[in-house]
């Protein structure tokens, strides 16, 4: 556990320092691709069961890309981490989606892309007591009230929803990119 832990926090530290550079907010780089998240979607919901069981909760991330620059760019890979909001104002880190998929941009344009993420209860567990388990202290929470109350709530997105460090990596004539971003939903 003591490894995962180290791992885990060297991951979110790595990430925090690539996230952006001083002065510019996320995606407002000239000439890379933009990105934007435009919502949060349930793909397949299933009542809750009480921990120790699994039950699993999907949900679709849609993100616009827009193409400013002149030039084909294509998407090599993509990296965000999910956070939701325990408490008004306080998220915690729930996971890390990352895709392979090549897909090509053409120039002066925006398309949306989509990322499906397969949770469930348990896996959550993991992480609120692994990466989380500090702020769950600081904050009092319990765990599984807290993952309980994210999937009565998620119907209605009555809690905001986080992706952060997001990284993309695109590759054009002219170089490889790379293009981190961030985003809420619902956006407030």
Same mark, same amino acid.
Do not use: Q, R, W
């Given at each position: 556990m003591r490894q995962i832990r180290i791992?885990?926090?060297i991951i979110l530290a790595l990430g925090a320092l690539m996230a952006c550079k001083p002065g510019l907010l996320p995606t407002e780089e000239g000439g890379k691709p933009k990105i934007t998240l435009e919502r949060v979607e349930i793909q397949s919901y299933f009542p809750w069961v009480d921990l120790p069981a699994r039950t699993p909760l999907e949900?679709?991330?849609v993100f616009n890309i827009e193409n400013r620059s002149g030039h084909n760019v294509k998407?090599?890979?993509?990296? /965000? $981490?999910?956070?939701?909001?325990a408490t008004p104002g306080e998220y915690l880190?729930?996971?890390t989606p990352t895709t392979y998929e090549q897909v090509y941009f053409p120039p002066q344009t925006t398309s949306q892309y989509r990322v499906v993420n397969l949770l469930d209860? /348990? $896996?959550i567990n993991l992480s609120l007591a692994v990466a989380n388990a500090q702020k769950i202290q600081e904050l009092n929470l319990n765990r599984a009230e807290t993952i309980k109350n994210w999937?009565?709530?998620i119907q209605d997105f009555g809690?905001?929803?986080k992706v952060a460090e997001g990284m993309a990596v695109f590759?054009?004539?002219?170089g490889d990119m790379f293009v981190p971003f961030e985003g809420t939903f619902p956006k407030k």
């Open positions: 791992i885990l926090a949900l679709a991330y998407l090599d890979n993509f990296k /965000f $981490t999910t956070y939701f909001e880190m729930v996971t209860s /348990f $896996t999937y009565i709530k809690f905001g929803i590759a054009s004539d002219k």
